[in-house]
């Protein structure tokens, strides 16, 4: 599935908007990685294509799925254009965006945060753990 090859142009605002808001967070553990987009409607999984190597760049990151309906939709419809959250976040990265980063995640926090995401829509324990990291940041 070629993600980034076409789009309908009514989606350019908010694939700007999404591609600059900082709302894309790396929850890492061990090798699984994923992407969480925190949007203002709920939160989104973004799975990239492959796990990446610790010594890989960030732009190199390809995804292949998102959890929105949208995506959904057209995954079944077989579109080729994917949804704004991955085209904003392949964008993002292309440009050299810095995105919230949790390495080193215990793997009982990640999979809180994919179940929170999937059934609730919104993951309660991502935002715990960002804001705890950016309290200790800040004393």
């Given at each position: 599935m070629a993600l980034l090859r076409s789009y309908?142009?009514?989606w350019e605002s908010s694939i700007?908007?999404?591609?600059?808001?900082?709302?894309?967070?790396?929850?890492?553990?061990?090798?699984?990685e994923l992407w969480v987009y925190m949007g203002a409607?709920?939160?989104?999984?973004?799975?990239?294509?492959?796990p990446r190597e610790r010594t890989s760049r960030s732009a190199d990151v390809k995804p292949i799925y998102c959890s929105c309906e949208g995506f959904q939709r057209r995954l079944l419809s077989e579109d080729e254009f994917g949804c704004t959250h991955v085209i904003a976040?392949?964008?993002?990265?292309?440009?050299?965006g810095k995105p919230h980063s949790l390495e080193g995640l215990p793997i009982d926090d990640m999979l809180k945060i994919v179940n929170e995401v999937l059934t609730?829509?919104?993951?309660?324990?991502l935002r715990r753990i960002l804001y705890s990291n950016v309290q200790k940041s800040t004393s």
């Amino acid at each position: 599935m070629a993600l980034l090859r076409s789009y309908p142009k009514s989606w350019e605002s908010s694939i700007t908007e999404e591609e600059t808001s900082q709302r894309y967070v790396k929850i890492r553990s061990g090798r699984l990685e994923l992407w969480v987009y925190m949007g203002a409607h709920g939160d989104h999984l973004i799975v990239p294509a492959a796990p990446r190597e610790r010594t890989s760049r960030s732009a190199d990151v390809k995804p292949i799925y998102c959890s929105c309906e949208g995506f959904q939709r057209r995954l079944l419809s077989e579109d080729e254009f994917g949804c704004t959250h991955v085209i904003a976040f392949s964008k993002a990265l292309r440009r050299g965006g810095k995105p919230h980063s949790l390495e080193g995640l215990p793997i009982d926090d990640m999979l809180k945060i994919v179940n929170e995401v999937l059934t609730l829509g919104q993951s309660v324990t991502l935002r715990r753990i960002l804001y705890s990291n950016v309290q200790k940041s800040t004393s």
